[in-house]
């Protein structure tokens, strides 16, 4: 079946910090990769995707690869701010008749001044 | 311009009510979504209709009833509510199956 696995939280780091969430998928076919942030008492944002095999996203300083041959999809920010504390959630999506995002338990990031 | 719209943002009702939530898009979009989070963040499909018709129907107990009169909208309707209802609940909604989902600010259902 379809699944994402991502690194177990919280993360804990100092501002300007470089960051690193990791995320591995698996997946019948070729999905389409995301990560989603959500900040306290909101919704669920998109922060970027990558549709195939090495595509890069990338949105606000952060990006991440799909690297199909590591199936991980990981999340990357050279310098982060105290403004980027949130819940990260990896998602994947396999096109069907009815597709559906399969989230990740989401990480959570707290940025220290 | 809000994308996509739930009422309420807080609902706090006792065991055995039936409660309504309501969620609106006008992003023209076809599908639309409902998911629940538990308190530890964990995210959960749990229903999705597009143009109207149900396309998803996760296993979740049948006293939770979707409807979409229209395109737009699409509305979570409770019967007998238990303490293991409480959560928050997401809508969400997305051009087609398969395109990027767009999220409302969620609900938060608290059974008491």
């Known amino acids: 079946g379809n699944s994402v696995t991502q690194m177990e939280g919280p993360v804990t780091l100092s501002e300007e910090a470089f960051l690193t969430i990791n995320c591995t998928y698996t997946?019948?076919?070729?999905?389409?990769l995301f990560w989603y942030v959500q900040y306290p008492g909101e919704g669920l944002q998109l922060l970027l995707k990558?549709?195939?095999?090495?595509d890069k996203g990338s949105n606000k300083g952060f990006e991440a690869t799909y690297r199909k041959e590591t199936t991980s999809f990981h999340l990357e920010k050279g310098s982060v701010q105290v403004s980027d504390s949130a819940v990260y959630f990896c998602a994947l999506l396999v096109r069907s008749s009815a597709s559906k995002i399969i989230f990740g338990s989401g990480t959570r990031l707290s940025i220290r001044p | 311009d809000t994308a996509v719209s739930q009422t309420p943002k807080y609902l706090v009702t006792q065991m055995g009510n039936d409660k309504s939530i309501k969620c609106e898009q006008n992003?023209?979009?076809?599908?639309m979504y409902w998911y629940k989070q538990d308190s530890k963040k964990f995210l959960k499909i749990m229903f999705s209709?597009?143009?109207?018709?149900?396309?998803i129907n996760e296993t979740v107990p049948n006293r939770f009833s979707p409807k979409s009169p229209d395109k737009a909208h699409l509305n979570l309707h409770i019967n007998s509510l238990e303490l293991g209802d409480s959560a928050v609940y997401f809508c969400?909604?997305?051009?087609?199956?398969?395109?990027?989902?767009?999220f409302g600010p969620g609900t938060r259902l608290t059974v008491t």
């Open positions: 209709y597009n143009n109207k018709e149900l396309i």
């Open positions: 992003l023209g979009h076809d599908t």
């Open positions: 969400a909604s997305s051009q087609v199956p398969s395109g990027e989902q767009y």
């Open positions: 997946a019948t076919g070729y999905p389409s």
């Open positions: 990558a549709t195939k095999a090495d």
